[in-house]
């Protein structure tokens, strides 16, 4: 969180102007490159010191906070819900324990003129793994190899960003993250970049369970979605339509949301940690390629996975670089209006010691570029 106070408070007229307002009645839908160029030479660059809990949190603060400036302030700007609406009956993780909220009866306060109304989560209950929500860099670890399935787990060997050990980070089975937990987790207000694999990759059909998005797949997108110049930039929240938004469905009665997905190569997983980019959000529950039957173990994880490492896009992002994941993010909307481009706003909850947080990520960006 410190990486805030590093930059010199500044009165918002200054960041409007760092941000180009001249530019808000031209017909440009994406923030100045001069802006972008300026934010990026001013963001601090890493590397990250031994023992760092942010990772790529580090370059939120006031550089980004100028690219979201320009695209707050112009005159068509819209702004999208990227979250799902929570409810008893949406599609549920089958890593979680049940998601069903009951609601209490009207109440009130004896001798008062009061009346009041509340809810509360069934026991087992995780919030922070259902629906939109974003992994913390505490969420994954790493062995130093495969575990052969033969208790005990071996959770003393694990490893996470940071070069954190398992000691250092939860000593016991029933501690919260000591490191690095959400509540480690910044604010993230910054600039994003939306591809539409489903419209450019698979002909404006949603991608199938355990296809992948390689990295020449996002090179193509960026250059047919008009985005060379700007490209990813350092500190961008990055969110990719795969299209299988379009299975989350409430009720949930098919219940096949949550049982596969299409999701990032391993190179293309580099790629984005080459970019640092600073979270990478999709349409899906997993991020990585999850084809049909890997969950139950009938099947082989997407070609070009690792050995040993079946989600190896959640491995790669956030134990080595650092990058957080939106997972379900929903995208419809706004690649439907084709903004590309917007301000995006990320705000875990800041829960002591957890795993991850339920989010409500929202864009406000120029429709129709």
């Known amino acids: 969180m410190q990486v805030i106070t590093r ?20 017909a440009f839908s994406m923030e100045p490159i001069s802006v972008l160029n ?32 320009w695209h707050l302030t112009q005159a068509t700007s819209k702004s999208y819900e990227l979250s799902y609406l929570r409810s ?29 109304n509340g809810e509360e989560l069934e026991a087992g209950a995780e919030p922070a793994s259902q629906a939109t929500q974003m992994d913390a860099l505490g969420h994954f670890a790493y062995l130093p190899e495969p575990w052969k399935a033969e208790p005990p787990f071996p959770a003393e060997k694990a490893r996470y960003y940071g070069g954190h050990t398992q000691e250092a980070v939860k000593p016991t089975a029933d501690s919260p993250l000591l490191k690095p937990g959400i509540e480690k987790a910044p604010p993230i207000i910054t600039s994003a970049v939306l591809l539409d694999a489903k ?32 490209g990813i930039a350092a500190g961008d929240v990055v969110y990719i339509r795969t299209g299988w938004g379009e299975r989350w469905q409430d009720p949930d009665t098919d219940k096949v949301y949550y049982s596969k997905a ?45 050995p040993g490492f079946p989600f190896a896009v959640h491995h790669y992002l956030i134990t080595q670089a650092g990058i957080h994941h939106i997972e379900n993010a929903n995208l419809d909307a706004m690649a439907n209006d084709k903004v590309w481009t917007s301000c995006t706003m990320v705000l875990p909850l800041r829960e002591k010691g957890g795993a991850g947080s339920a989010v409500r990520p929202v864009a406000i960006g120029v429709p129709g570029q």
Not at 42 to 56: A, Q
Not at 91 to 97: D, L, Q, R, V, Y
Request: aromatic residues 8%; proline residues 11%.
């Open 7 to 26: 930059f010199p408070r500044r009165p918002i007229a200054v960041l409007l102007a760092i941000a180009g307002l001249a530019f808000a009645s031209s």
């Open 38 to 69: 300026q934010s990026v030479k001013r963001m601090p660059k890493g590397p990250w010191p031994k023992g760092d809990e942010l990772g790529m949190g580090n370059t939120q603060g006031l550089p980004t906070w100028a690219r979201c400036a």
């Open 88 to 116: 008893n009956t949406m599609p549920k993780s089958p890593f979680s324990g049940p998601y069903i909220q009951n609601y209490k009866p009207t109440g009130g306060i004896p001798f008062s003129a009061h009346a009041f």
């Open 199 to 230: 419209t450019i990759l698979n002909g404006g059909k949603p991608m199938e369970a355990g296809q992948v998005i390689t990295r020449a797949d996002i090179e193509r997108m960026i250059q047919e979605q008009g985005l060379v110049q700007r």
């Open 262 to 306: 299409p999701g990032l190569s391993y190179d293309a997983a580099q790629y984005l940690g080459e970019r640092r980019a600073v979270a990478v959000g999709l349409d899906t529950p997993f991020i990585d390629p999850v084809p049909e039957g890997l969950l139950q173990g009938k099947a082989q994880p997407a070609e070009g996975t690792p």
